[in-house]
């Protein structure tokens, strides 16, 4: 069976006045009916933008995608009409925008954002379907909240609407920006339990785009860590989890608290910035900040490989020595 979603060699760039930035440089990936696909990497790496782009919500200009195939359902959403990637866009795919006071509108009542969707995608009467959405996100008192203004519901209330919305219409694939931005830990759980459990009774695809390994551990299938604009290392969680193969990944894990730590353990923070985008060279991306680097990661950018016979992959010219190297440094 072939896969839901397929982005093969997928480039997006916007120029600006320093340069032209590859945000998002090659990128392939797969997303299988019901899978859940975590995309991981600090700000700046191309996960957003690689999202944006398979739904084509790049400005033009200074964006634009200049080559690859996003194929969907076996449609190829390059190709489409701008008419119907509006019909594919909250109806077959739905999307979780960062951040939900910045992308609910405040003028509009959270009944009629959601109404909205129903009209301009589905058939079912949008007043009763907004009801059913909102308990179906567990909020209490629908008809009441319907009512309200996104300033008056807290902000895990506020990412319980947006995720009715990107459900609204049945959609088989939602991509989840930073879900759990802005919000506590208590709240966060919440809302990743919340998403896991619709997704699975729904039989819904799900993208999860995030900076934190760690918020995906329980609920990623498979994750694909970007770094520069590439994916760097892609495989099963639990794979990813026990053996990471690339330095990137390992730094991404190490930078985060763990429970079977000590509670006085400190954090190993990356050291370094993200590269400039704009001026990269021939090697590595992750070169200047990588503890692991040798004279060959600067001859060329590596290309994401085989790191078993599991389909993991790594894009790392030393990722068969790396698991050793940190253990005797842990």
Not at 146 to 175: N, T, V
Not at 265 to 272: F, N, W, Y
């Amino acid at each position: 069976m072939l896969p839901l979603l397929q982005v093969m060699d997928l480039h997006t760039e916007f120029r600006t006045g320093a340069g032209i930035v590859r945000a998002v440089d090659g990128i392939s990936y797969t997303v299988d009916q019901g899978e859940t696909v975590a995309i991981v990497g600090e700000s700046g790496s191309g996960k957003s933008v690689g999202a944006l782009s398979i739904l084509r919500l790049i400005p033009d200009p200074p964006g634009r995608i200049t080559r690859g195939e996003v194929l969907f359902a076996g449609r190829d959403l390059m190709k489409l009409s701008d008419a119907q990637m509006r019909e594919v866009r909250g109806g077959d795919i739905g999307m979780i925008f960062q951040e939900p006071m910045t992308s609910l509108n405040p003028v509009l009542t959270v009944g009629r954002q959601i109404t909205e969707t129903l009209e301009q995608h589905c058939r079912a009467d949008p007043a009763k379907r907004a009801i059913e959405l909102l308990s179906l996100v567990g909020i209490a008192d629908p008809a009441r909240r319907l009512k309200q203004y996104p300033h008056e519901l807290s902000g895990g209330m506020r990412q319980r609407i947006m995720i009715a919305i990107a459900l609204s219409c049945d959609p088989k694939l939602i991509i989840a920006d930073e879900p759990t931005t802005a919000l506590d830990a208590t709240i966060q759980a919440q809302i990743l339990e919340l998403m896991n459990g619709l997704t699975r009774r729904l039989n819904v695809a799900l993208i999860i785009i995030t900076h934190n390994l760690g918020v995906v551990a329980r609920y990623a299938n498979r994750v694909n860590v970007m770094y520069a604009g590439r994916i760097v290392e892609s495989g099963r969680a639990a794979a990813i989890y026990a053996q990471p193969r690339h330095p990137y990944t390992m730094a991404l894990l190490r930078s985060v608290p763990r429970l079977d730590r000590p509670r006085r353990a400190r954090l190993d923070p990356i050291d370094g910035q993200p590269p400039d985008l704009t001026h990269l060279d021939s090697g590595c991306a992750f070169r200047p900040r990588c503890r692991f680097a040798t004279e060959a990661c600067a001859v060329a950018r590596p290309r994401l490989t085989s790191a078993d016979d599991a389909g993991h992959l790594t894009a790392c010219v030393r990722s068969h020595e790396v698991g050793a190297l940190v253990g005797a440094i842990a």
